[in-house]
Structure formats: C-alpha cells, structure tokens
C-alpha cells in the first residue's frame, strides 16, 4: 500500500493512479540503487522516502515523460537522496569522532611543567582568537559548554573540541617555554 503522504500533494486522480504504478514498479529497484550506496536498511528505507516525497513534489513536471525518461530520472533522484544521506552520515561521524576522542582522553596533564602566571599569560596571548575565548569563557569564567556556545554562535560540540585543542596548544606552547628557559 502507498503512504498516503505521497498522494496528498498530487491533484489529479489520474496523477495519483499513475504515481501508485510508479511507486509499485520501482519502489524496490529504488531501494536497491540506495542500499547499494548506503549499506543499510533504515538509511536506504529513508533515502527511498526522500526520493518518494520529491517525485510527488515534481510529478506535474515529469508525469509527461515517458517510461524511460522517468526511469532515467527516478535513477537519478534515488541516487541523490542517498548521496545526500552518504555525506550527512559522513559530516556527522566526522563531527563525532573528535568528540568521542576527547571523551576517551584523560585531561592534558600539566603537572610535568612548572608554570607561572606570566608563562600562562604569555602563551594564551599566542593562541588564535576563537580559542582564547572558549578558554576565559569556559574555564576563567566556568560557564558551561551550553552557554559558552551559545555566547560564541557556534556548537556545543564545538566548544569542546576548542577546549581540548586550546588545551593542547598551551601544552606545547609551554613545554617549548620551559626548554627555551
């Protein structure tokens, strides 16, 4: 059976005979051209309902083709809602993946360098802008990630990551202080 929310933005009867042939010849090769690019069901069953949706949107456009344009151009459609889902997937573990490595980090420990305030001083001013306002927001401040991004216009994700790095950045910064002095 054909979710209904297809049909309920075509205005014709005949448009929405025609999109149920539609849907029921090509539902599963579409579901196969997304899983090909997916690699999983709930992905591909998504990436199928998008196309779905957009052909609705479309139909009076393209209910003219005939039966190869439309196969061409469902191909098509399929095969974009899946790459859209591929990169979205990609973007997100991408964003995740610094996240999850500075949950599994231990805090950078400072306590092998001997640090005064003028040497803390010296090397926040040597870091890049963005970080030294996560750093007075989030650690002079202790405001937390949530208000510390919504200050800055960025992510809470963000923050952390800026956190972590500026952490880092100081680190190295003093550890080359403390050799050069």
């Known amino acids: 059976m054909i979710p209904m929310i297809y049909l309920s933005s075509l205005d014709t009867q005949e448009d929405r005979s025609k999109f149920e042939e539609i849907y029921q010849k090509y539902r599963s090769k579409m579901y196969g051209i997304a899983y090909s690019i997916l690699g999983n069901n709930e992905d591909s069953e998504d990436a199928v309902h998008n196309a779905f949706v957009k052909l609705a949107d479309e139909f009076t456009n393209i209910s003219h ?3 190869n344009e439309i196969t061409s151009y469902i191909v098509i459609i399929i095969r974009n809602a899946a790459i859209d889902i591929y990169r979205r997937n990609k973007r ?3 964003i995740k993946e610094p996240i999850e490595a500075i949950k599994d ?3 950078i420990d400072f306590s ?3 640090i005064t305030k003028e040497m803390m001083l010296s090397a926040v ?3 890049p802008e963005k970080y030294k306002d996560v750093l007075f927001l989030y650690y ?5 990630s949530k208000e510390t991004a ?3 216009g960025i992510s809470e994700s963000d923050v952390r990551v800026a956190a ?3 952490k880092a950045m100081l680190r190295k910064i003093l550890k080359g202080d403390d050799r050069n002095g």
């Open 65 to 67: 083709l005939s039966c």
């Open 92 to 94: 997100d573990r991408e």
């Open 105 to 107: 980090e231990t805090d």
């Open 112 to 114: 092998d360098i001997i």
């Open 125 to 127: 001013k040597q870091l």
């Open 140 to 144: 002079y401040e202790q405001r937390s």
């Open 150 to 152: 919504q200050l800055l």
């Open 164 to 166: 972590y790095r500026a």
